[in-house]
């Protein structure tokens, strides 16, 4: 349980630095108004980048908490760790790496097929977050 | 019993549930503040027959609504609020109008305006004093028009001064237009409802519940809708309804984008035929009436029934003289208005007054004459409803025309007239390549049509020809650049460059006197607001010189017509000399023949400096003062019939 207390903890605080930083990158593109990102014909990219970012920092939180959660659990009451840690590890990445993906290329108001890992990830996230809620009430 | 487990999941579910409801309350109150149906003083959006209005669009074409939405179609017609008004309302007083001065102020988000009422009956020693709430507005690129609520139903009045957009200035309603003087004002109280609405909204309904103009209007019950004010998306592609639907299933819209089918819900003008693209645009940019009153009647209650994609001759008459001026329909239109077509075209049936391209366009060779439709002129050839993607101009540049990016220059026509590219073009119109003489537009689509205060391209292609200039009267291209030269100095050089014969017609005046001043001393109002408007014409100018125009344009400072003292003034001010010349064209006389001699004092003070003395063919006598007694003839022969264009 401590193994993955301890690899939450990394990657929440690791997707954490990772997120800001695309934070960062965009509000770069903002300050020297880059029309790939700002331009109107963009703005399903703008919409779908700030969903990545968003999503990350999120998801990187929920693994922090998780991690936290872990430790001072000690352990009872989880059930299926490796399982939801997969599912967790894998919304991390399927949620916001769909969204970023689904704003590199895109068909006018609709995102790029990247999209379709969003719902993947989001089950994925919705199942884990559900698992921990349960886990914490045992 | 709710078990203890699910505690937390419902307290979840209760508060999103809330959340839920406490936003659609939020919306609900935030749309529901100005909820149109309950507006009963003037025209309302009422959404109807499978329409669903611009904001269904935006969406999922956020970069085609930006486009329309920056352009000048969206705000033809627009809700009057302190963000949509462009003149100054706020405790204005304008004396430019009929009667006494009105006054305008702004009350928190209103406009009102207290004028004298222009549907005064005659009774009485004057007209009442009125005072309106100011509800609707017309136009934003030149001018802006104000309509006010007249409290019958939602009929709408004309507030009788418009704002100049150019020089933020009012000015009364009648010197916005080629209003022939003398000819007394008609209130336009009713004509948004019955006229303007079909144009200037999408998918409007007068609702008249009697033909406009049939009986006394505020007798009538006018219950005027639209689908949207201003001309938006579902204008040009047709209603959206079942679009909107279709695609609301993410797989179809998936399909689509990666096929690259065509979606059959929705009208695309640019995938229509040439001649059905131009129809969408000849909708409203064409001189058209209804075949018969019965047309008219069905149009009052459900709107038009053309949609994008029709065939447009189907459903209405297009007033064209070179190929219908014996139907049966123009005959009754010419009984009802003998001068329908004469004040309209020329001649010739080329058309003369701007907002009726579609005209101009369809009696184009290029349109006409084409064998293949990627080789065929239409409107799209030139303009976009949406600016390119790949297009660096701003917004706001590509909304004056709307042109896409290579129609700026030569590129539109060279795209089906390679060979008078490169080398080739020189050879043809024998000017330089890089002037304005080897520019397509300025020798086959010159400023002869007129509109709203300035001439602009003429919309039907043709070839400088100075027998159409004595059979019709317009002026041709080259005489509206080389201003002072003769008929004859062009048709000898039409005769030697393009082999074109000289016509046998020319008169001594066409020998000997340069044609603008034939035209601007002799034309009719129309052709004297065209020269006017060369004069001003930095190409002109560069080619004929400017150190003689000031006095011809100081005689056009107090013609007869606003809209030419309007334009003379305009290109007066373009000389070297007369930079911030001052001139009201609708000053009272007195002053502006003070003005008028002014502009004469600075021409003369520098004319042994700049003038063109001895010019005969300017008129110009050895020591520089006027040929009277040849201006005097030519004055006398001026065409003063009445022009009134439908602008």
Known sequence: MATYARRHLRFGWWSLLVFAALGLLLETLHGFKVGAYLDVANDTRRLMWRLAHAHGALVGVVHVL????????????????????????????????????????????????????????????LTALGSIARGVGR | MIPARLGPALVATAAIGAATAFGYELLGRRVGARPEQAISDRPIQVRTDEYVSSSACQACHPSQYASWHASFHRTMTQVATPESVIANFDGVTVADVPGRPMRLEVSGR???????????????????RIRRRVVMTTGSHHQQIYWYATGHGRTLGQLPAIQLVSERRWIPRWSATMHPPNVPLVSESGSWNGVCVVCHTTQGRPEFSTPFGSEALFTQ????????????????????????????????????HLTGQVDSTLVQPARLSPQRASQVCGQCHSLWEFHDPSDERHANRSGLPYRPGDELATTRFIVQPTTNMGSETMKRLLDQDANFVRDIFWSDGMVRSTGREYNGLIDS????????????????????????????????????????????????????HAPFGGTGLANHTRHRADSSGSSCYNCHMPHTTYGLLKTIRSHQISSPSV?????????????????????????????????????????EDDRSVAASVVWLLRGDAGKRAIIAQALGWRPAQQASGTNWMAPYLGLLLNDSYDAVR??????????????????????????????????????????????????????????????????????????????????
């Not at chain 2, 209103?110 to 009442?128: S, V």
């Not at chain 2, 070297?576 to 006389?589: L, R, T």
């Open chain 2, 365 to 416: 060779p290029c349109y006409k004459n084409a064998t293949e439709p990627s080789r065929t002129l239409s409107c799209l050839s030139c303009h976009s409803m949406h600016k390119a993607a790949d297009d660096t101009r701003p917004l706001a540049g590509w909304a004056d025309d709307q042109l896409i990016s290579s129609a700026q220059g030569n590129g539109a026509c060279l795209s089906c």
């Open chain 1, 66 to 125: 998780f991690g936290l959660t872990l430790r001072g659990a000690g352990g009872t009451g989880f059930r299926n760790v490796p399982l939801v840690s997969i599912a967790l590890v894998s919304a991390s990445v399927l949620l916001p790496g769909g969204f970023f993906l689904g704003g590199v290329g895109f068909f006018g108001g609709d995102p790029g097929l990247g999209i379709l890992l969003v719902p993947v990830g989001a089950i994925l996230f």
């Open chain 2, 221 to 256: 019950d006018v219950d005027t809708k639209a689908v949207e004010f201003g001309i938006a998306c579902e204008s040009c592609h047709g209603p959206a309804g079942e679009h909107v639907q279709a695609n609301r299933n993410p797989w179809r819209r998936y399909i689509l």
């Open chain 2, 110 to 128: 209103e406009l009102w305006a207290e004028l004298d009422e222009p549907d005064w009956d005659g009774k009485g020693d004057a007209p009442p």
């Open chain 2, 467 to 507: 027998q159409a200039s004595l059979d019709t009267g317009r002026p041709n291209a080259c005489n509206l650049c080389h201003l002072d030269k003769t008929l004859s100095w062009t048709a000898e050089h039409l005769e030697q460059w393009y082999t074109i014969p000289r016509p046998q017609a020319l008169g």
């Open chain 2, 566 to 647: 309007y334009i003379a003034a305009r290109s007066l001010k373009t000389l070297p000399e007369y930079e911030g010349f001052e001139f009201d064209f609708v000053a009272p006389q007195e002053q502006r023949l003070a003005r008028r001699r002014r502009a004469l004092e600075i021409w003369r003070d520098s004319r042994a400096r700049q003038g063109r003395s001895g010019d005969a063919a300017l008129l110009f006598n050895p020591d520089g003062t006027f040929i009277a007694e040849r201006l005097d003839r030519l004055l006398a022969e001026r065409d003063n019939r009445r022009i009134y264009y439908r602008e």
